[in-house]
């Protein structure tokens, strides 16, 4: 069975600094991986995704996260947080069973930005 | 193009009592889904649909009903209404499998 674990379910940065968001999976099946944010009051957008291709995958506003199979992390990045990066994160791993629709998400860890 | 949509936006029901959530989508995707969310647990699937005609169930499908007769609209049926189904529930489509899913703005539902 897939699992992800969030570390954190509220980070807090300054304006400016770096954004770490955790996530570690577990998967029986070579996983695809997947970031997503959701605004307050707003469905989910998607940040990036690994599909096995490189290690480092980079998303949209800036983001982003580096595959690690040794140690079964897909870590969310951002160089310098900005205001508007204020949202709630969830990480979803998925594999190749029940027609590729077993997306199973983390907790979610909700990021706020401190002027 | 609108996308994913869903109606209503919030509904109060009453313990029993029976409703259907819509979900529509424009981008001619096979596969959509039924998700609730929860705080603290994150995202979790209730139904899924690959395809007209094909359903099946996720993670939670108990006191959820589906059908899907058309490629554009997946409309998730409560039963009877717990208070334990209070949550926000969002629909999501994609063109294929392990593809990225779009998701609808949500439908807050409260049971009393």
């Known amino acids: 069975a897939q699992s992800v674990t969030q570390l954190g379910s509220h980070v807090s940065v300054s304006e400016g600094a770096l954004v770490l968001l955790r996530c570690n999976y577990s998967?029986?099946?070579?996983?695809?991986l997947f970031w997503y944010v959701q605004y307050p009051n707003q469905g989910l957008q998607l940040l990036l995704k690994?599909?096995?291709?490189?290690?480092l995958v980079k998303g949209i506003n800036g983001f982003e996260a580096e595959f690690k199979k040794s140690e079964t992390s897909f870590h969310l990045t951002k160089p310098s947080a900005h205001m508007s990066d204020a949202a709630e994160y969830f990480c979803a791993v998925s594999g190749a069973d029940n027609y590729g629709q077993n997306f199973v998400f983390g907790p979610g860890t909700r990021l706020s930005v401190l002027p | 193009n609108a996308g994913v949509t869903q109606t209503p936006k919030f509904q109060v029901l009453k313990t029993g009592q029976s409703m259907t959530l819509q979900c529509a989508q424009d981008m001619n995707h096979e596969y959509m889904s039924w998700y609730r969310q929860d705080p603290g647990m994150g995202l979790r699937l209730i139904h899924y649909s690959v395809g007209a005609g094909i359903t099946d169930q996720g993670e939670v499908p108990n006191g959820y009903n589906v059908s899907r007769s058309t490629t554009e609209d997946f409309p998730l049926r409560l039963l009877s209404a717990a208070p334990s189904q209070t949550s926000v529930y969002f629909c999501?489509?994609?063109?294929?499998?392990?593809?990225?899913?779009?998701f609808g703005p949500g439908t807050r539902l409260l049971v009393l």
């Open positions: 999501a489509s994609s063109p294929g499998p392990l593809e990225t899913q779009y």
């Open positions: 998967s029986s099946v070579p996983p695809y």
């Open positions: 690994y599909t096995s291709a490189a290690t």
